[in-house]
Structures are given as structure tokens and as C-alpha cells.
């Protein structure tokens, strides 16, 4: 957009007016101190009414999302969300909720997510979940935070997590934030977990053992049972980082695989579109001895019906205001009644069969990093093109198709040997046809790739946003890598 807002301010001009003639003049003074009262100018743009509506109309236009084509980014991001659940959602009973009202309205809520806490159960194979998290990340620290004070009321102190070196970056962060110390555990070259690794950092300091499965690498971790052994057999517990949840539904459960935690995103797994940072929610389910410590309120049921319970000593207190993202819960519980159990498992199959079909059809000409059958996202490389992933996804803006996800892009941080990978994550929503759309503009750059390489690494071309700069990117990874949490191998400690 050439014009910003305030480029086209004018002074005097308004199109609003914020006196009403029945009142007269106010003078807020009556109602507040005078010291608190601001006297000067805020600066607001001054424009009137039809300015402002095609300002940000035209700002609109200039959004991308899944309702104007692929979006191999990642089903975190922007999943294909059904419509119909967003006026169930806006039911006047659950919109015109006040967490404030008398009580005794509010059990058709606590109905509501008590059944929804029994369904992500009975899906993850965890025996309780709390609500309360407002996003993975936030799932992820309440697990932990669980850990934490199970190991307390036990009288044992350990304070190291062990996380993988291709975890999401939330992962080590959220271990810092609860006040735990964390080490790195290598990727095999097939992009497992390696053992040997794993074996060496396993004392009595581990608290916990931090996995991605399906990983972020795109592949289901095999040898997820023979972890989970050795991990308990040290005392220590298995957090899982569930947030691939969307390829395991209906077919196997991470409670089964022997998880103690996992939390759930259900902006990406359940329904609500989500995008820069919200809104989202991040259940957290525990197995049974891990109950007593879940946050307030934990909703329950007894003779009297549906209540909020807090009277609960060991819990690790309140996580999140009154009951979480509720509207967000809503659309997670519509999501499961109209899918069905046969209809989620149909999600996860679809979600594994177009990341395979995505990875089969580039895989000539962007080979897979690891091989193999894929999860619901495949990871492909562009070592064989003369250009690099960040120029190639660049051409991609060109032909209407967002970028996938790249090495140190969102939460995702790849090891340095995967810089030339790109992860595509086409959802389980993709047609063939659309899939079949999206991958011939994959081709088409590919080919340019090689005819040309000097029009991938100047794109964008046709496109209004600026200029993506080489060195711009450069200095953003840069700047990331500064910023994540450092990850060192075992038996080096992170402050």
C-alpha cells in the first residue's frame, strides 16, 4: 500500500462524532481524578468514515489465507477450519457468557467442557485434562510445571529436561520457564532420536524427556516404546509435544506409546483458525497419578451436576483467568461430534496421504531429506537447484502460494545441516486437484531454478509486498539464533 492511514489524516476532518447531543457537554472530571485525565492530542489519524473503511478494506485484499489457496506453512497456522462451527460458537448462551455471572448459569459450559476433557482423553490415551492453557506453548509449561510439582511432593529434586536438536523452539523455552535446566539430544541421520544419546544423558538430575512425535522433521518416532522404557526406568517421566496430533488421531494414542503429559493444540488439531499468535489452546492431559496437581478449577460431576472445583491442595494453581479460551474449546468440541471417531481417524489419513502425495510427485526434483514414508508433513530439499530454499520460496509469493516452512522459521528450528529444507504441511483439507495445482507451481520454479536462478533469487517480482532481501534474511536468522535458548550437548548445563 502506497498511503498509510496517517498519510492520509487531515486536520479538522472526522468520521465520527463523539459527543451526543442529549447529553450535552461531559465533563469527565466528575467521574476521575483530574491528574488522571489526558489533556493533550493522541495523535490519531483524522479521516473520515468511507477513508477509514477502504483503508483497511484495502489492507484486507492484501491478507493471504487458506481461503485464497495453499497454505503449505503448517496446519498450526492456517488449517482449513469448518464455517459452520463458528456460529455454534457464537451461540448468544456461550458469546454472552460472563465468567462474572452467578454460577448457577454456568453449568451448560462446565457440561460442555467436561465432555470435551473426556474426548481429548479418550483420543490421546491420557486419563485427565485440564482446559486452562491458552496455546501449545502454554500447554507445554503447565505439563511440565505438573512435573515439577509431582517430583516436589515426592521430596526429590531434579532439574534438567532433555529435549531433541529438531524439537520445536518452544520446547527448551518452555522448559526455562519452568525453572529447568535443558540438554540437547541428537537426531539420528534418519532423523530419530538417537539412543546412544539418550542413554548417555539419563541420570538422576533428568526430570523429564521432552519428544515430538510425529517430529517436526515430519517422521513418527519407531522407536517410541524402548524410550519410554528407559526413560521410566531412570524415574524419569515422557512429555510429549502433541501439536502433531493431526496425524495420530483414531490410530494410535501417545498414552499408549507411554507419555505421561502431552498438551494439544487445538487451533491446529481441532478447528480455529490461527494466526499471529491467536487465539489458541493448548489442553494438557496426565495420566492418572499425575491428577492431583492439575490447575484450578478442574471441572467435575457429582450428584449435584456439573461444578468448578477448587479445593484442591496439591494443584499447581491457576494457569489461565476463569476457564481458558472458551470459544476456542467450543469449536474444538463441535469439531469432534460432527467429525465422529470415524471422521477423525479420516482427518489423520488424509493429513498422511497428501503430505506423501506432496513428497512423491517433488521428490524428482526436490529430493526428501530422510526418505521414506512421511508423516503429515514431508521434508524436501533444494541441494540439487542452484538456488537456495529461501529464494525458492520467495518465487513461490509469485505464483500465489505461501512459503513453506523454512530452517528457523516460526517455532520451528531446524540442525544446520538442514538448511536447504523446506517442510511442506499441505493439511488433510487439500483436494487432489488443489494439491495437484500447488505442486505444479513447485515445478515450475524448479525449472526456473535451473534455467535462471538469478530470477529466484530477486523474487518476489509481481507482487505488492517488499522486497525480501537475502541479507535481510540472513541477519533475521542471525538475530534468531541469539535468541533461542542455547542447547548443549549432555553434560554441558544451559543457564
Known sequence: MKQTIFDLSRPGVSGAGLQDPDFGELDPSRWFDAELLRTELIGLPEVSEIELVRHYTALGHRAYGVDDGSYPLGSCTMKYNPKRHEPLANLSGFAHAHPRQPASTLPGLWELLFHLAEYFAELSGMDHFTLQPAAGAHGELTGLMIIRAWFESRGMKRDVVLV????????????????????MIRTTPEGLT???TLEAALDDSVAAVMLTNPSTLGLFEKNIRKIAERVHENGSLLICDGANMNSLMGIVRPGDMGFDVLQLNTHKTFSTPHLSGGPGSGPCGVKAFLEPFLPIPVIRRDARGYFPDEDRPQSIGRMK????????????????LTSGSRGLRTVSENAVLNANYVQARLSPYLPPVFGGTCMH?????TAKLPVSAFDFAKRLIDYGVHPPTLVGAGCVYFPGHLRDAMLIEPTETETRESLDRMIEKFLRVAQEATEDPELIRTAPHTREVGKILPSGSHRSQRAHEQKRPALEPPGADVP
Not at 531433541?164 to 540438554?183: E, I
Not at 483467568?321 to 469432534?336: E, K, T
Open 321 to 336: 483467568s476463569f476457564y481458558g479460551h472458551v470459544r476456542v474449546l467450543i469449536r474444538a468440541y463441535c469439531y469432534i
Open 377 to 381: 508433513e514431508c521434508l524436501l530439499s
Open 164 to 183: 531433541q536438536d529438531s524439537a520445536h523452539g518452544t520446547n527448551p523455552a518452555s522448559a526455562s520457564m519452568a525453572g529447568y535446566r535443558c540438554k
Open 194 to 196: 538417537d539412543l546412544g
